[in-house]
């Protein structure tokens, strides 16, 4: 996600003002048997990414398939139109001819949006690269909309060079955490000269975990602080304790093993090569706020950065109410009615979206400042334009699958 | 001890309240006990154990204790008679005095000084010098001692100084006439007796059986056995005195200084014999004035048949009993006259130490009945499963266990407890407190915890309505099986248990209306109520399916009990209702009562049943097992490698009693450590908890609670219960009134479901009225004991799982506050509880809040609903995982954990309530030697010679009470101790020198 965010930040946009009143598009759907449309279309009355769609769904008569929309811009890149922002881009980097590759939504391959990705097609590069390399799936990088984050460097304003401030978020994804600690002995230099103390480190980070993930936490870092607390003097079944209670939202600030790799201050776009789209992030936003796709991963950024000063709030209960009870207001129990016939002995039901309805604590019964940071924590992970969207409505999308 | 205190609310400012922890008083039955000593002056008993401690006994209610620095088994215990000075050796071969003193309103044992006999010059050996026996002369200024290489030494008390009149071996072998030789060596000091009369003549058995007689210096007379000598004992009179030995007999030898060397006793008899017998350890000669002497010796049985038997015979004329105990015996004395003048000893009663119990005989009534002990009460008679504790338990009930009590209690004497010394100053208890403990056994056990000694008041035993194969009649009152020897079965220690299966595991009780809940480990919830009257019944007993038609699980573990089909007689006491049976029959691990309601609740590890006792019907049940969940299907004694570890585990089970508490916990912790060992060895996986994880589906908690949530007008019955992933499911709950409630049936409907995010296990719930106070018992508002809650406000639940506190508002279920605890801490909640604590400053003002025992052993007070940490305390090492796991908190602060399998610690948080021992030790100390020890400077006999002197003790005390002038300030009494030690070879070499009249400052 990070690498292509980055990427699609690092391609040079030129924006050159266009002065033609419409433009052209040509259409070339992929994988569908080569369909090509040319249509004209009005560059300032070119509304909303959804009309686009539509209009596109229409012109090639495919209602209701699912599609992917890609254009080429002047570098010749393939690179997605999803949502206003990029669609407007889009059009503002047609001269007017827009290339719009249609693709439908495939389950089982994924969509790749390689660089230069046209260009090397053009001119047959394809067939020069060695065949091995041709071999290997390419680059699995999904839409941003499907994207959220998963780790983050933090503070590294104030903390000290050797060490590493880390946010994992687990929420929402299958993969473990992934990381075992152990007890070890950690050497420290005081005035007094060099002094063993006992310390706790990362001793295994599993295949395929978000641990190993990330590539900010590894084997033998030692373990400073858990959410802000120092686990000086504690336990390994203390500080066990601690990162399974605060797993939902780790923070974990390490010293690393490796210390090359340690972020340097004036952020350097170097750093959000490594994915760290929180510390970079921000700070990208200020430089090159006239992007809209890297505005939306700064948007983002922002908001899970607002989030960490008060990384409390986010483990909401997920409270059900059976609505089968009979109240003693009279609507309820009507609008209700017809699902009397769900007994609650009936079975499990919290793992299945049972017709029941789901309601989050009332944000009014927090505190101001409370709430909106809730709310702008529980859904806005997949920075995507379904940030708008009410809380309720994320957590139905997620279904059985509680991400809160 | 750790101590942190966190502003208040404003509100509490005002009433600032303190959260003082101390440690008060240990209940039960010292853990290994290992040395007894009785002081007839004072009438106090004092036990050693095995863990160094001292614990001195009066009458109830009195007592003392002391802990040695060095954990080192008290091997011997004497008393200074009268003086309240006890002196104890220890298995470091270090004698150690203590003396008994007197603060505010508290005894205090406390350790004056200590000793070590210097090795001889010459002889490296330590064994040469390690101590086997001692004798303090009556006249207290005196201590022989007795060792391993055959010396008799004699020390200056209180002082330890040693003195020049050593009884060497050689010596005594020069004396000893040549036939009498055994080799060349006499073997260790056996025993050492003063002789009744003659206070200057010490009677010196040696281990080889040769026992002399000494006039200080001068052999006055000397025997020979021919068995191993294991000990003897004077008559009173002085003329004879008696031996017993190795082959199981004793001995009865004249003493006369005409005849000094003799081979032939009075009388000799082996009394099990003729067949090999097993040594006769200790023997005691009585003699009364009804004419035959009292003989009582332990041991001394035939090894081949009862060998095995730990036993204590009583001899009198024809009167013949062996008392038949289920443990070792350590010690045992007479409660006998000490009065010079009298002729006779006339014992009152026979006190035996045994390893897991106090008995107490009582020989002056026909037939030597027990009597019943006040404290020391064996807890762990069979090991404890659960506690369960009731403060401010109503007269009315309190009587009624009484009286069943006592009615339970057969071939016991209500004769005054003979140990009575020391006044007991502690105010009769405001209220009366129960502690009810769960036995492996099956038994539910009603303790008075309302004073500093655990009484027992009732047993209750619930196998009796179950089918199981062994007959449960109790075994003790029966008499032996076989004529020879009269065995009688004495005290109530029975580690064994029939059935794994009839361990109680929860207990609930109402003490308005004396019903009882008392649920198990095969799944039997067993509904009791208190009767006056003896019945003779069928057992109504109903079944609930937890499982309700879930696929896929087949239970492999252990089958239900199977109840009685016939009627079953019931003596007045608890007599069962109802007995619900759980299916998968899987432990229950929770339960609640409402007898308001008429109304049971209880939960296993696939879900929860909801059972109305007075129509015996079961209205509502549910599954919480996860689909993923194999584990909680396969039952405890079934799980993986099942034969071997059932094997391990039944061993443990019959160890577990005698193995003391530091042993289980290493015990505990290897077997963790085998655990994680499978898996990797020291790291810890960082994984958050998964809604399939293991056994997700246990219930932990429920509770009744008359509250909103339905809506915020209207309130009514609910049920809460939670599981072990972290899941609340709240009930509203349809209770006809109580003249509907034969037609009318209870019906449940799940209102909310709460799933916390962290699904940490559900530790406790609690609903809170509008002010914020816990809801009153049931019966408490109708009955006007209490206040009635605040139903104006809105109410809220505090839900306390494994890892933090919540309060949600109600009916909503919205979040209020909360306490992140592990998030914080790094440590886990494993009990919680609502206490009132009251101010000191002011009767009536109270406050609740929250305790929370963690696993680390630390305990937390929290303020509630604001869930505001108050403070936090050190209590129980977390190593001790049994004592976390035993601990339980009473509604009034204090609490209880056991230290050992047969003790309670209790504890108090409350400035107010504090049970613990207050009482009044009147010690005659003679003042001369005391005020020598204590206002004096040791002087040093350089050893090695490396001195080191080290002020051990200091403090000034005014010649008058009036202020001092400054003339006389200057010249204080100065009290300085000194105690200087040999710093190489920790030897304390001290002499005596006057040093108190100090000008100083």
């Given at each position: 996600m990070d690498c292509c965010l980055s990427r699609i930040h690092s391609s040079p946009v030129n924006i050159r003002q266009q002065h033609h009143n419409t433009l052209t598009c040509v259409c070339l759907p992929l994988q569908f048997e080569a369909e090509y449309r040319r249509f004209a279309l009005k560059k300032n009355g070119a509304g909303s990414f959804q009309e686009f769609y539509q209009l596109l769904q229409t012109i090639h008569r495919i209602p209701g398939v699912d599609v992917l929309l890609g254009y080429a811009d002047i570098h010749g890149d393939l690179l997605p139109i999803n949502n206003d922002d990029n669609f407007h881009k889009a059009l503002s980097s047609a001269n007017p001819l827009l290339r719009i590759i249609i693709q439908r939504r495939d389950e089982d391959e994924p969509v790749v949006f390689p660089t230069n990705s046209l260009q090397r097609r053009k001119k047959g590069l394809a067939g020069l690269r060695p065949s091995q390399q041709k071999n290997k799936p390419a680059l699995l990088i999904g839409l941003p909309q499907d994207f959220r984050q998963i780790s983050s460097i933090i503070d590294v304003d104030i903390l000290p060079e050797t060490h590493r401030r880390v946010r994992l978020h687990k929420h929402g994804t299958h993969k473990p955490l992934g990381f075992y600690i152990r007890d070890g002995v950690s050497v420290r230099v005081t005035p007094q000269g060099v002094e063993k103390v006992p310390g706790v480190f990362i001793s295994r980070l599993v295949r395929g975990g978000l641990a190993e993930s990330t590539g900010l936490l590894g084997v033998n870092d030692e373990i400073l602080e858990v959410n802000g607390i120092d686990v000086a003097g504690k336990s390994l079944d203390q500080v066990t304790d601690m990162m399974v209670a605060n797993s939902h939202n780790l923070i974990v600030t390490v010293k690393p093993a490796n210390q090359r790799n340690n972020v340097v201050h004036r952020g350097s776009k170097a750093s959000a090569g490594n994915g760290s789209a929180g510390s970079g992030g921000s700070a990208l936003s200020h430089e090159s706020a006239h992007s809209p796709a890297s505005q939306t991963v700064s948007q983002c950024s922002n908001s899970n950065s607002v989030a960490e000063g008060d990384s409390d709030d986010d483990d909401t209960d997920l409270i059900i109410e059976s609505d089968?009870?009979?109240?003693?207001?009279?609507?309820?129990?009507?609008?209700?009615?017809?699902?009397?016939?769900?007994?609650?002995?009936?079975?499990?039901?919290?793992?299945?979206?049972?017709?029941?309805?789901?309601?989050?604590?009332?944000?009014?019964?927090?505190?101001?400042?409370?709430?909106?940071?809730?709310?702008?924590?529980?859904?806005?992970?997949?920075?995507?334009?379904?940030?708008?969207?009410?809380?309720?409505?994320?957590?139905?999308?997620?279904?059985?699958?509680?991400?809160l | 001890m750790f101590f942190r205190l966190r502003p208040c609310a404003l509100d509490e400012l005002k009433h600032t309240l303190s959260f003082p922890f101390v440690q008060t008083v240990e209940h039960g039955f010292p853990n290994q006990p290992s040395a007894l000593a009785y002081d007839p002056k004072l009438q106090l008993m004092a036990i050693g154990t095995k863990s160094g401690a001292i614990?001195?006994?009066?009458?109830?209610?009195?007592?003392?204790?002391?802990?040695?620095?060095?954990?080192?088994?008290?091997?011997?215990?004497?008393?200074?008679?009268?003086?309240?000075?006890?002196?104890?050796?220890?298995?470091?071969?270090?004698?150690?005095?203590?003396?008994?003193?007197?603060?505010?309103?508290?005894?205090?044992?406390?350790?004056?000084?200590?000793?070590?006999?210097?090795?001889?010059?010459?002889?490296?050996?330590?064994?040469?010098?390690?101590?086997?026996?001692?004798?303090?002369?009556?006249?207290?200024?005196?201590?022989?001692?007795?060792?391993?290489?055959?010396?008799?030494?004699?020390l200056e008390l209180p002082s330890f100084t040693l003195l020049d009149r050593s009884i060497f071996q050689d010596e005594i072998m020069q004396s000893v006439p040549e036939e009498y030789k055994c080799g060349k060596s006499l073997g260790p000091v056996e025993s050492l007796q003063e002789h009744p009369q003659h206070p200057d003549k010490i009677l010196i058995g040696y281990s080889r059986g040769l026992v002399v007689l000494w006039d200080l210096q001068i052999f006055v007379v000397c025997v020979f056995l021919l068995q191993q000598l294991e000990s003897l004992v004077w008559v009173r009179s002085g003329n004879s005195f008696v031996s017993s030995h190795s082959d199981g007999g004793y001995m009865v030898w004249p003493v006369s200084s005409s005849t000094p060397c003799t081979h032939e006793p009075v009388t000799s008899t082996i009394p099990y014999g003729p067949f090999p017998c097993k040594a006769v350890n200790k023997i005691l000669w009585r003699t009364t004035e009804s004419g035959a002497p009292l003989v009582l010796f332990s041991g001394g049985m035939p090894r081949a048949s009862y060998g095995d038997r730990h036993c204590l015979t009583i001899l009198q004329d024809s009167q013949h009993i062996t008392l038949d105990f289920t443990s070792r015996v350590i010690d045992f004395f007479t409660i006998h006259c000490i009065d010079r003048d009298k002729e006779f000893d006339d014992p009152l009663a026979l006190v035996v130490l045994l390893e897991e119990e106090l008995v107490v005989i009582d020989l002056q009534t026909a037939g030597w009945p027990t009597i019943p002990s006040p404290y020391l009460a064996p807890l762990h008679s069979s090991a404890i499963t659960c506690s369960y504790h009731i403060s401010n338990v109503p007269t009315k009930l309190w009587d009624r266990v009484i009286s069943a009590g006592q009615r339970q209690c057969h071939l016991q004497t209500h004769t005054n407890w003979p140990i009575c010394g020391g006044k007991n100053l502690a105010p009769s208890p405001k209220q009366q407190e129960l502690l009810l403990t769960g036995h492996e056994d099956g038994t539910v056990r009603f303790w008075d915890a309302s004073g500093v000694s655990l009484r027992p008041l009732y047993k209750l035993s619930t196998a009796n309505i179950f089918q199981t194969d062994c007959d449960h009649n109790d075994s003790l009152t029966?008499?032996?099986?076989?004529?020879?020897?009269?065995?009688?079965?004495?005290?109530?220690?029975?580690?064994?248990?029939?059935?794994?299966?009839l361990g109680i595991q929860k207990i609930c009780l109402c003490k308005y209306s004396g019903k009882l809940l008392v649920a198990g480990t095969a799944g039997q919830v067993i509904v009791l109520y208190l009767c006056d009257e003896k019945s003779d019944h069928m057992i109504d007993v109903a079944t609930v399916d937890l499982l309700q038609d879930r696929e896929g699980f087949t239970w492999k573990g252990h089958d239900r009990l199977p109840p009685k089909s016939s009627s079953v007689p019931f003596a007045p006491g608890f007599q069962p209702v109802v007995l619900v049976q759980c299916m998968p029959p899987a432990a229950v691990t929770a339960v609640t009562l409402h007898a308001e309601w008429n109304l049971i609740a209880f939960g296993t590890s696939h879900g929860f049943g909801l059972f109305d006792y007075h129509r015996r019907l079961g209205f509502h049940s549910r599954c919480t097992l996860h689909p993923n969940d194999s584990l909680a299907m396969e039952g405890p004694l079934s799980r993986v490698k099942s034969l071997k570890k059932s094997l391990r585990q039944s061993f443990r089970r019959i160890r577990k009693s005698r193995v003391s508490g530091k042993k289980r916990v290493q015990e505990a912790n290897a077997q963790l450590a085998e655990q994680d060992a499978e898996v990797t060895p020291v790291q810890r996986r960082i994984e958050p908890r998964s809604a399939d994880d293991s056994l997700s589906g246990v219930v932990r908690c429920l509770c009744f609670a008359d509250t909103f949530l339905r809506d915020g007008t209207h309130h009514g019955p609910t049920m809460w219960a939670g599981t072990n992933s972290g899941c609340v499911y709240a009930y509203a709950l349809d209770v006809p009134s109580q003249d509907k409630f034969s037609e009318q049936s209870v019906e449940a409907l799940l209102g909310k479901e709460i799933q916390l995010m962290h699904r940490a296990p559900v530790v406790s719930i609690a609903v809170l009225d509008g002010r914020g106070n816990p809801l009153p018992e049931p019966y408490e508002v109708s009955r006007d004991l209490a206040k009635a809650p605040d139903m104006q406000g809105s109410h809220s639940v505090l839900i306390a799982s494994e890892e933090q506190f919540k309060v949600f508002m109600l009916p909503r279920v919205s979040a209020k506050t909360k306490f992140k605890l592990t998030a914080?801490?790094?440590?886990?909640?494993?009990?919680?509880?609502?206490?009132?604590?009251?101010?000191?400053?002011?009767?009536?003002?109270?406050?609740?809040?929250?305790?929370?025992?963690?696993?680390?052993?630390?305990?937390?007070?929290?303020?509630?609903?604001?869930?505001?940490?108050?403070?936090?305390?050190?209590?129980?090492?977390?190593?001790?995982?049994?004592?976390?796991?035993?601990?339980?908190?009473?509604?009034?602060?204090?609490?209880?954990?056991?230290?050992?399998?047969?003790?309670?610690?209790?504890?108090?948080?409350?400035?107010?309530?504090?049970?613990?021992?207050?009482?009044?030790?009147?010690?005659?100390?003679?003042?001369?030697?005391?005020?020598?020890?204590?206002?004096?400077?040791?002087?040093?006999?350089p050893c090695h010679g490396i001195i080191s002197v080290s002020v051990r003790q200091s403090h000034t005390k005014p010649m008058a009470h009036t202020k001092p002038s400054r003339q006389e300030r200057a010249s204080l009494w100065v009290m300085l101790k000194v105690k200087v030690q040999c710093l190489k070879c920790r030897q304390l070499q001290s002499s005596l020198e006057q040093f108190s009249h100090v000008g100083f400052m």
């Open positions: 089968n009870l009979p109240s003693y207001t009279p609507h309820r129990s009507l609008a209700n009615g017809n699902i009397h016939g769900n007994t609650p002995s009936s079975g499990v039901f919290g793992h299945r979206p049972l017709p029941q309805s789901v309601s989050l604590p009332s944000s009014s019964s927090l505190s101001d400042s409370k709430a909106s940071l809730s709310s702008l924590t529980t859904p806005t992970h997949n920075g995507s334009p379904t940030k708008t969207s009410s809380s309720q409505e994320s957590m139905r999308e997620d279904g059985n699958f509680i991400t | 614990k001195v006994y009066g009458a109830p209610g009195v007592e003392c204790t002391g802990l040695h620095k060095e954990t080192a088994t008290v091997t011997q215990l004497h008393f200074f008679p009268g003086q309240g000075r006890i002196l104890s050796l220890l298995d470091d071969n270090t004698l150690h005095l203590w003396e008994i003193e007197q603060k505010e309103q508290c005894s205090h044992l406390e350790e004056v000084c200590s000793f070590m006999l210097p090795g001889r010059s010459g002889i490296e050996s330590t064994s040469a010098t390690r101590v086997t026996v001692l004798l303090p002369k009556l006249s207290c200024d005196l201590l022989a001692v007795g060792t391993e290489g055959g010396g008799v030494h004699f029966q008499a032996g099986e076989e004529d020879w020897p009269p065995f009688r079965k004495v005290g109530c220690f029975d580690p064994y248990s029939d059935d794994p299966r914080h801490e790094g440590c886990r909640v494993r009990k919680v509880a609502l206490v009132n604590f009251s101010s000191v400053a002011s009767e009536d003002y109270s406050e609740n809040g929250l305790v929370c025992l963690t696993n680390l052993g630390d305990i937390h007070v929290f303020s509630i609903p604001a869930l505001r940490p108050q403070v936090r305390y050190d209590c129980i090492r977390k190593e001790d995982i049994s004592g976390i796991a035993s601990c339980v908190f009473t509604k009034t602060g204090q609490g209880f954990y056991l230290i050992s399998p047969s003790e309670y610690e209790r504890f108090s948080l409350s400035a107010r309530v504090i049970t613990k021992p207050l009482c009044q030790l009147d010690v005659d100390r003679p003042h001369d030697p005391s005020e020598l020890s204590s206002a004096g400077v040791h002087i040093i006999i």
